[in-house]
């Protein structure tokens, strides 16, 4: 299900949708023309092919500039993303460990960064083979639109794929502009973002760039984001195009506040956990006595050529990239001593490239047209690793004695092809991909025992959907495919028991099914609805985790059952409203250890919602919306025992003005998140070993920022 963007009527954003639903904010794009037809979306997501959403049989949502951008700082994709149904998108307050992103319950373990769900940035992987991701890197400031796919053809991009979010940042066109945008609010929260835009003869461009700083809500939580992006379009031939983008992240000591227990969050949900074992500072924080904290600096660069061969077309991708992280973590000297453990700092240079050649064919058949995709997928990463302990003599929190030092390879080699038949009334999609993962470690730091080794991973994902258009108003449609997940690399460094690398561990096997139906309600309203089933295989769950250290292991089968509904409608006389539901049953089918068969699985709500009410007045000039988030209750560990986190309403405001004097136009905004003051667990740290399994979400927050734009 997607939600279009009406351009028929003015639109706003936001929601009043009371004390019931929640899922993100966003906001629908003010229409440029107040009396404008609606506007079909196309996506390529799902398809890899251009393609009315309406008209494609999985579900996919579509985030346009104006929602990603519209009173929004444009820090992180949770703002925008947190209203697609089916998705969970949870800021950890934490910008050393990214967000939490799940995809219908996948993902939902992940302790740092994105598992379970597929990133790509402009058609190029911002997740690597094993499915490790960071959404951090994606440039929110020149994003022109982000496809969230969700569902079975979600196989069709291989591991890791329970769901799917590309971004696609804009292309220079037209006369020359420059833009600075200052934004700044609670906790000491301030941005400033620079960026230019425009056409040089054949030759569009993009440069942007920005930087981000924040005290941060929690104590211990202050963190500073540059960022950088350079694109430019080419056309050598009539029919021909290329790409090219370049991007950087850079994060220097980022602190991390860890996670906390129930009766600290209750006490103070700023607050960090004490650590009772520090006999130097009473009261002392372990973040604090371990000056936990995280670096980052990641460049990465790729194109993408396309040629067209009347309605063929050939394209071809290739990228290369450079990550570099220096982490410090929470481990006390005591469980540090064993000389089996590999250090509480994290230290790692990681180089990875990667290319994809894909060629799609356009014939008529049998009355219909078919449109066939075949392409092969390679990737590789290569970590030189090492860890240190995090103490020297007494002090803590500083780069000690190696414990750790190896070599860590991945890479995939993964071929497909997908073929999609339109004719008459019926769409019918079929595809096959080969997925793959091999691991390869070389253990160069040989006083704990030799940890090197290899393991390869494999499977066939079949896929398989049909639409039927029931009416130029109503489409049907039923999908099913077998998905696949392997470890990541960080799920297999730790055996149960503080043993080496665990190369036992299983992937999880998965066999889905979705039903769903896209309805156009008279020429303003869209509502989209899916039912949906994933059962799977030797699920991965975590099996021990403490101070930054978690082993894995496979649990018993699991079965995902759950249902979104999304709408959109232009209400007349400025008025707009969108809502957006997903419930999702997501339990343990049989039990394994301590945990009985039906128990929920963690870090996952069993509903969430969204809804906003948004007004513009017909102009464009102004617009002021309201919105509501809501979740359900969240449990953090396996056997739903520990206390979860509570459910939550929230409820957001937000006011956005526009000007335009000859080549300049302005835009200022003012948003208000958590007006009523809801004290709620933001996210959780899916089992935590010493129970510090809470992340607060902030108090009352205000947010303001001023942009100006010139064209040339």
């Known amino acids: 299900m997607a939600l279009l963007s009406l351009r028929r009527k003015p639109l706003a954003l936001l929601c009043a949708g009371g004390a019931a639903f929640a899922g993100g904010m966003s906001a629908p794009v003010l229409a440029e023309e107040p009396d404008a037809a609606p506007v079909p979306v196309v996506v390529v997501t799902g398809s890899r092919i251009e393609h009315d959403s309406f008209d494609f049989p999985a579900a996919i949502d579509v985030v346009d500039a104006a929602r990603i951008g519209n009173a929004q700082l444009r820090v992180n994709a949770s703002e925008a993303l947190a209203a697609v149904p089916g998705l969970v998108v949870l800021n950890r307050q934490n910008y050393a460990q990214d967000l939490q992103i799940s995809s219908r319950g996948f993902g939902a373990r992940s302790a740092f960064g994105v598992r379970g769900v597929r990133l790509i940035a402009d058609g190029i992987p911002a997740s690597m083979p094993d499915g490790q991701g960071q959404a951090a890197t994606f440039n929110l400031d020149m994003a022109e639109r982000i496809e969230v796919l969700r569902g079975p053809f979600s196989a069709l991009y291989g591991n890791h794929s329970g769901g799917v979010v590309q971004l696609f940042t804009r292309e220079g066109q037209g006369r020359p502009t420059l833009e600075t945008t200052v934004s700044g609010g609670s906790d000491g929260t ?4 620079v960026n230019a835009q425009g056409e040089a003869g054949k030759i569009g461009y993009v440069i942007d760039a920005s930087r981000f700083d924040t005290d941060g809500y ?15 379009t080419m056309r050598p031939g009539a029919d021909s195009r290329l790409t090219i983008t370049a991007s950087s992240l850079t994060q220097d000591d980022t602190q ?23 006999t130097q500072v009473p009261n002392r924080t372990l973040a604090e006595r371990y000056n936990t904290r995280k670096s980052i600096d990641h460049q990465q660069g790729g194109a993408v050529f396309e040629q067209r061969f009347g309605a063929d077309r ?16 929470a481990f006390s000297r005591g469980f540090q001593a064993p000389v089996t453990h590999s250090g509480g700092v994290v230290d790692f240079d990681r180089d990875f490239y990667g290319a994809e050649i894909q060629w799609m064919a356009v ?6 047209k078919l449109s066939t995709t075949a392409g092969l997928e390679y990737g590789r990463s290569t970590d030189d690793r090492q860890g240190f302990e995090n103490f020297i003599g007494s002090q803590s929190g500083v780069k000690g004695a190696l414990r750790r030092d190896e070599k860590d390879t991945l890479s995939n080699l993964d071929p497909y092809l997908q073929t999609e038949w339109a004719g008459g009334p019926w769409v019918l999609t079929a595809g096959l991909r080969r997925s793959s993962l091999k691991v390869d470690v070389d253990d160069r730091f040989l006083a704990n025992g030799n940890d090197s080794g290899s393991v390869d991973y494999s499977r066939i994902t079949p896929v398989f959907g049909a639409l039927y258009k029931v009416s130029d108003k109503l489409n049907l449609y039923a999908s099913a495919a077998r998905g696949f997940e392997t470890p990541t690399l ?10 080496g690398f665990n190369f036992q561990l299983a992937p999880a096997r998965s066999k889905h099914l979705e039903l769903g139906a896209k309805a156009q309600l008279g020429d303003d309203t869209r509502i989209n609805a899916a039912l949906f089933q994933a059962r799977t295989e030797d699920e991965m769950v975590v099996d021990n985790a403490g101070g930054g250290r978690t082993s894995y292991r496979n649990a018993s089968a699991t079965l995902r059952r759950g249902a979104e509904v999304s709408l ?26 301590n945990v009985g068969a039906g128990k929920r699985l963690p870090g996952v709500p069993r509903a969430n919602a969204f809804a906003e009410l948004a007004w513009a007045d017909p102009a464009g000039r102004l617009s002021a919306a309201l919105e509501t988030l809501v979740s359900s209750k969240i449990y953090a560990e396996d056997t739903n025992l520990e206390t979860a986190a509570p459910g939550y309403a929230v409820v957001n405001a937000r006011i956005q003005a526009r000007q335009s004097v000859d080549g300049w136009r302005f835009k200022q905004f003012l948003r208000l998140n958590n007006v009523f003051d809801r004290k709620y667990v933001g996210s959780v740290i899916v089992g935590d070993t010493n129970r510090r399994y809470y992340e607060a979400a902030p108090g009352p927050q205000w947010m303001a920022g001023v942009s100006a734009e010139y064209t040339f």
């Open 190 to 193: 301030r941005k400033i973002d």
């Open 218 to 232: 929690r104590d211990h939580s202050a963190a500073r984001r540059d960022q950088a992006l350079a694109k430019l």
């Open 256 to 278: 991390d506040p860890l996670g906390v227990t129930w009766n600290t969050f209750r006490r103070n949900p700023r607050a960090g956990e004490i650590d009772a074992t520090d």
């Open 314 to 329: 050939l394209r071809v991708t290739a990228y290369v990239g450079k990550r570099q992280v220096i982490q410090y973590q």
């Open 363 to 368: 014939r008529q058949v049998a009355g219909g």
């Open 490 to 499: 960080n799920e297999l460094f730790y055996s149960s028991g503080g043993g």
């Open 568 to 593: 959109e409608s232009s209400l007349g006389a400025g008025f707009s409203a969108r809502a957006a539901v997903t419930l999702l049953r997501a339990t343990y089918q049989t039990g394994f250890g």
